[in-house]
């Protein structure tokens, strides 16, 4: 059952998706960058509203009250599989940017969509990662959301949390940008970090935590911000995982 329930979920994103790539290559090419980050947040969040509730997955949000109008932060999620990559963006009330494997932006039609709202990175390659950060601090310039997984790649231990990266906090302190930690559950049953074309349906819920300040941060308070995300994360989902 779980077997086939995959390839439905399958079936349904690629029928799902084509109506989605038609009018987001009508945007990027029709709209100026402003305008088609909003439209295509939007598409996102259209998409999954229909989407996940179609795979029996439905999707609760926590926290947005924290997203102050006229303000942009870093948000930080934990990542555990694949599912988080659909609802973490469109979750994000905002237009935003999110780093992304440039491997995937090569997967006909979905690599185009995954493109539009992402900042492509080679992750084995340092230049590309070093390249990365200036074009995320743009985007926060130009009053976007980033939308990053500070732990890098997916969890699949059974931690709470893998160790984080320095990249988001970073670019967070020479942005001088608030940090909005957030949580997604649910989606480790959804999809099991160990098999292979398993999938089984699973209520998701994405919790936003008070932003944590960095105004008058520098560059060598990195690794105390980044240790204040983690733990505040970490003791976050440690206190509500079994209650999702």
Partial sequence: MARIYFV???LLFAITMLPVALVFFIIRHAANERVASIVIQRGFQIWMGI???????????????????????????NHNTLADVPVSSPGIPG???????VELSKIP?????????????????AQSRKD?????????????HLCLFPEGTRNKTDLPLARFYDGAFKVA???????????????????????KFWAWPHKIEMHFLPP????????????TLKQEVFEVMKDYYVTNHHLV
């Fill in 95 to 101: 237009p935003n940017r999110t780093l992304a494997k």
């Fill in 212 to 223: 944590i300040e960095t105004t008058g941060l520098v560059a060598s308070d990195t690794d």
């Fill in 109 to 125: 039609i979905f690599g185009y969509i995954y493109a539009s709202g992402s900042i492509l990175l080679t992750r084995s390659d």
């Fill in 8 to 10: 439905y979920g399958m």
């Fill in 51 to 77: 989407y996940m509730p179609l795979i029996f997955c439905p999707v609760r949000h926590k926290g947005r009250e924290h997203f102050q109008k006229g303000k942009n932060y870093v948000v930080t999620l």
């Fill in 132 to 144: 990365s950060i200036p074009q995320m601090i743009e985007a926060l310039n130009k009053g976007l």
């Fill in 173 to 195: 302190i020479a942005a001088q940008k608030p940090i909005i930690p957030g949580l997604i559950f649910g989606t480790k049953a959804i999809l099991h970090p160990h098999k």
